[in-house]
């Protein structure tokens, strides 16, 4: 059955996975050979070493494209195995610029591995253009968005990027891991390359790690499937196997997470324990109107800032429902203090983050438990 044309929930379940031709399974097998038998040398079914390819994660790779709109899609081991590959697109003297609010591991992976391999970078507010250009180069080959931010939330406008960088020759890639393709999808304004924490949202259950690439240039993806294959931080058929289960009900999820978010953000924004909350569906929000633009929702994660760095690391330890924890994007809900967790690698950088904010992965638990507990952490500490 071709998929083309057919909505976003169809393509979750169906793209890819046809039933196996050799069963009827209709849920895609776990391919765990490493090697294929070839009828002669050269002459193959498809399939020669599974680092290069295997069928478990050749359907992974097919319907998450599908899900971002994209001609190709690349699986990875972890979310920072697939920027990586994407960095290494970049040669000695390039330049690149990141949001000056990235994610701690972006950071620690462009300033500890790429800067000392001759990668140049610069952190800039990637929601002003004439900082953007402040900071750009003559050797400015790539612009890296996160948007939503991980973990102050800050919302870019993609196509204004876009336009800009494209018009000075360089390539964008956006993180999409916090709205996932269900919420967002920034092939469609104009971005170059997509990268995934599959970890999050897109497995969903806290059970896998992995990473994805999401492309429409073919000569793109081809530089990009050979980094893949060369450098061999490819996912297990297991991993695939789960990534793939978490897209079937990624819709449903994201519905529901963001829904439970709106409720604890109206909360939050009405206690005296709290100094500000940052989420795009405020009115209030700087990237509101970005985000109702290019976004369906305004998703599952939500900041504020506590009255200081003491009540801030006491509250997130006063919780029952929601679990004191890193990671995010999963069924639980989590609270996690950024300064000394998810981004302590940027503490005294650039992108050091406040000490008293505090981040919630809002889960998809009954709404009122989650009120509930949130409240009378925040009350014990107004």
Known sequence: ????????????IHAGQPPDPVTGAVVTPISLATTFAQEEVGKHGGYEYARSDNPTRRAYEACLASLEGAS??????????????????????????IPNDAYGGTYRLV???????????????????????????????MVWIETPTNPLLTVVDIARVVALAHA?????????????????????????????????????????????????????????????????????????YLVLRGLKTLAVRMDRHCANAAAVVELLHSHPAVTRVLYPGLAGHPGHDSAARQMRGFGG??????????????????????????????????????????????????????????????????????????????DSVA
């Open 1 to 12: 059955m071709s998929t083309d044309g057919l909505g976003f929930e169809t393509r979750a």
């Open 72 to 97: 190709h899609g690349l699986g990875f081991a972890s979310g920072l195995a697939a920027e990586d590959a994407v960095l290494r697109l970049l040669a000695r003297g390039d330049h690149v610029v």
């Open 111 to 141: 300033a500890r591995v790429h800067e000392p391999a001759g990668i140049e970078w610069s952190a800039a507010d990637l929601t002003d253009l004439d900082v953007l250009d402040h900071v750009w180069r003559d050797t400015t080959r």
């Open 168 to 240: 000075r020759g360089a390539l964008v890639v956006v993180d999409n891991t916090f709205a996932t393709p269900y919420l967002q999808q920034p092939l469609l304004e104009g971005a170059d390359i997509v990268v995934h924490s599959a970890t999050k949202y897109l497995g969903g259950h806290s059970d896998v790690v992995g990473g994805f690439v999401a492309v429409a240039d073919d000569e793109l993806a081809e530089q990009i499937r050979f980094l893949q294959n060369a450098a061999g931080a490819v996912p297990s058929p297991f991993d695939c």
């Open 301 to 378: 994660m939500v900041s504020f800032l506590a009255r200081d760095e003491e009540a801030a690391v006491e509250l997130v330890a006063r919780t029952q429902v929601f679990t004191l924890a890193e990671s995010l994007g999963a069924v639980e809900s989590l609270i996690e203090h950024p300064g000394r967790m998810t981004h302590a690698s940027a503490a005294g950088s650039p992108l050091e983050v406040p000490s008293s904010l505090v981040r919630l992965s809002v889960g998809l638990e009954t709404v009122d438990d989650l009120v509930a507990d949130l409240r009378q952490a925040l």
